[in-house]
């Protein structure tokens, strides 16, 4: 397993982002990690080796990776894997047959596909619940219960779930803790010091940041929970190549600086489209209409660059998504570049419609992952667009 080096944990977030978890090259003295693009180690002689035997085991680029990760986030121990859903999925391998999970109903389509359509049959039970109200989480709460999943904020209803809250329920009960913090990365929220027991990121969003790789971790700061994931890790092989680790790496090392734009564009955009007459409702946890805005501030440092508006109808949602010019129509977040996307049709189609519309996810949101442009060119790309879709 990948320890972190303890001094890491004494640094601001910032220089963490650049340097924890990395030493210069023993060799060369190259102050970039290596990409080791290899599958296998030479050996000194039987039985002795450099502590690296095979790629899927160890590798150093994904080392370096993972004691960065559990440095943002507050942990000791990190897991590099090859997607956000292989990191969900070795989390949910905690488990075992039997056993159940309340989770948040606003969650990843994904991750309610995998829950519902993989581990379902596998003997796991699942209530998903409202997790904006502890007391919900409370009353779904059996025997058989052992983890509590959430995201926070949820994706795409922002919804938010309070941690410290939480935290105390589970602890009272000995029940795990598991947090997407996808949306908010360790800069704007650190589950763990709020009680949380694993932090889930999808590394291909916000902490690698340039949409060009696709990869996931998990964080903990319990050594008992870090030898049951390094052993999945290995034994199901979900891991990500070389490469992709040293991508992830160079991302993590302006995202402190990256997360204030998108912060900063997010904030002005959400304000702007709050007072748009073609627009029914925006969802933003850092307006302060929103319900749960007074637990944003309390629990998160900032509120991100995620966006989602109302526009009343699947056919104004069309129009507005396909009409933009620099938000591009695609799949995923976090990037540099702003993006637009439509939930109920990417995102969360695996989600059922009853469902979705329970939670108000209709036909007609409109998701936006606000990139770090100059917001005067965001702000004029969507008026132009908002214009087409109310003709």
């Known amino acids: 397993m990948t320890r972190i080096f303890e001094s890491d944990l004494e640094l601001g977030l910032g220089t963490r982002a650049v340097h924890a978890g990395q030493r210069p090259d023993d060799p060369t003295g190259a102050i970039m990690t290596p990409i080791y693009q290899t599958s296998t180690y030479v050996q000194l002689a039987l039985g002795r080796h450099k502590g690296f035997e095979y790629a899927r085991t160890r590798n150093p680029t994904r080392d370096a990776l993972e004691r960065n990760l559990a440095a943002l986030e507050g942990g000791t121990h990190g897991f590099a894997f090859a997607s956000g859903l292989a990191a969900t999925d070795a989390v949910l391998k905690l488990l075992r047959a039997g056993d159940h999970v309340i989770c948040g109903e606003n969650v990843y389509g994904g991750t309610h596909r995998l829950m519902t359509q993989v581990f379902a049959q596998l003997g796991l039970t699942f209530s998903f619940v409202d997790t904006r109200d502890p007391g919900e989480i409370a009353k779904a709460v059996t025997p058989a219960t052992r983890m509590i999943f959430v995201e926070t904020p949820s994706n795409p209803m922002m919804r938010l779930t309070d941690l410290a809250a939480v935290g105390a329920l589970a602890q009272d009960r000995t029940l795990l803790v598991a947090v997407d913090n996808t949306f908010a990365t360790p800069v704007f929220q650190r589950p763990l010091a709020l009680g949380a027991h694993v932090v889930i990121h999808s590394t291909t ?70 007072s748009h007459a073609a627009v029914q409702r925006v969802y933003y946890p850092g307006l302060a209409d929103h319900p749960q805005y007074q637990l944003a501030c309390r629990q998160m440092s900032g509120f991100g660059g995620m966006i989602s508006l109302e526009l009343g109808s699947a056919a104004r949602a069309r129009v507005l998504v396909e009409s933009t010019r620099i938000f591009a129509l695609a799949e995923s977040l976090g990037g540099v570049e702003s993006l637009v996307g439509h939930p109920a049709s990417m995102t969360h189609a695996s989600v059922p419609r009853a469902m979705r519309e329970e939670m108000g996810l209709t036909d007609g949101l409109v998701r936006l992952s606000v990139g770090i442009e100059d917001v005067e060119d965001l702000r004029a790309d969507l008026e132009q667009a908002l214009a087409k879709a109310t003709k």
């Open 205 to 274: 969003k916000y902490l690698n940041g340039h949409s060009d790789m696709v990869g996931g971790a998990v964080v903990t700061h319990r050594d008992d929970l870090a030898e049951r994931l390094a052993f999945l890790q290995n034994a199901a092989g979900a891991v990500p190549g070389p490469f992709d680790c040293w991508l992830a790496l160079r991302g993590t090392k302006t995202l402190s600086l990256r997360m204030r734009q998108h912060d900063s564009n997010g904030r002005c955009l959400a304000e702007w489209l709050q």
